[in-house]
Nanobody, 120 residues
Framework: QVQLVESGGGSVQSGGNLRLSCAAS????????MAWYRQVPGREREEVAR???????IYQDSAKGRFTISPDNDWHTLYLQMGSLKPDDTALYYC??????????????WGRGTQVTVSS
């Protein structure tokens, strides 16, 4: 079992920065991936960035060049540094861990989310 708790969300103006954190506890050492997702009402949850145990990092196109995903050494904290924020980045951001074979994505365990609101 893995427990995930996100923090760091808030309200910022367009062009601003935020750093989200995800505190992981439990058997995070057994997870082969961790990821950040976001969701707005009425739309599907979308993957923003993912990191895998072999070091591979994948970003959603809209996040490339603006966001950076990084774990600490033992993967007990996962960060998402977000820069040049836009109103379209407004969403509830979720942390996820381990691969869900049924869903075909990195998202077997989930946090409850942290809200990010970007005003123009």
């Amino acid at each position: 079992q893995v427990q995930l708790v996100e923090s760091g969300g808030g309200s910022v103006q367009s062009g601003g920065n935020l750093r989200l954190s995800c505190a992981a506890s439990g058997n995070i050492a057994g997870s082969i991936c961790m990821a950040w997702y976001r969701q707005v009402p009425g739309r599907e949850r979308e993957e923003v960035a993912r990191i895998e145990r072999d070091g591979r990092v994948i970003y959603q196109d809209s996040a490339k060049g603006r966001f950076t995903i990084s774990p600490d050494n033992d993967w007990h904290t996962l960060y998402l540094q977000m820069g040049s924020l836009k109103p379209d980045d407004t969403a509830l951001y979720y942390c996820a861990a381990d691969y869900d074979g049924h869903a075909g994505r990195c998202g077997y365990y989930w946090g409850r989310g942290t809200q990010v609101t970007v005003s123009s």
